[in-house]
């Protein structure tokens, strides 16, 4: 059973620093893509990263391109979300999931599958 677990999330001042992790269970995360989106309740689901499974390129949403950044550690089945320069707009649950690229209207996008339950970041002032 593919199973993510995110983790890593809490309080933070405005300018600081969060590093999330994204731990997987039932399956080698070797084989898969998997990337990081954010959901604020009333607010549509923002896909933020994708690092790939056979090269480590990533994608980044403009949103966080240059304060955020991916990272991937196979041994240890896990990938991660280094986030710095936090704003308050980054106020959001984070979750981690397969993702894919795909083309809606002639934009790229990405979809992400198979979540954990998120975990909750705070920005504060």
């Known amino acids: 059973q593919v199973q993510l677990v995110e983790s890593g999330g809490g309080l933070v001042q405005r300018g600081g620093s969060l590093r999330l992790s994204c731990a997987a269970s039932?399956?080698?995360?070797?084989?898969?893509?998997i990337g990081w989106f954010r959901h604020i309740p009333g607010k549509v689901r923002e896909g933020l990263t994708c690092?790939?499974?056979?090269?480590?390129?990533?994608y980044y949403a403009d949103s966080v391109k240059g304060r955020f950044t991916t990272s991937r550690d196979n041994a240890k089945n896990t990938v991660y979300l280094q986030m710095n320069s936090l704003k308050f707009e980054d106020t959001a649950a984070y979750y981690c999931?397969?993702?894919?690229?795909?083309?809606?209207?002639?934009?790229?996008?990405?979809?992400?599958?198979?979540w954990g339950q998120g975990t909750q970041v705070i920005v504060s002032s």
């Open positions: 999931g397969v993702c894919r690229a795909t083309m809606n209207d002639g934009y790229l996008e990405y979809e992400y599958d198979h």
């Open positions: 039932g399956f080698n995360l070797d084989y898969y893509d």
């Open positions: 690092i790939s499974s056979s090269d480590g390129s990533t």
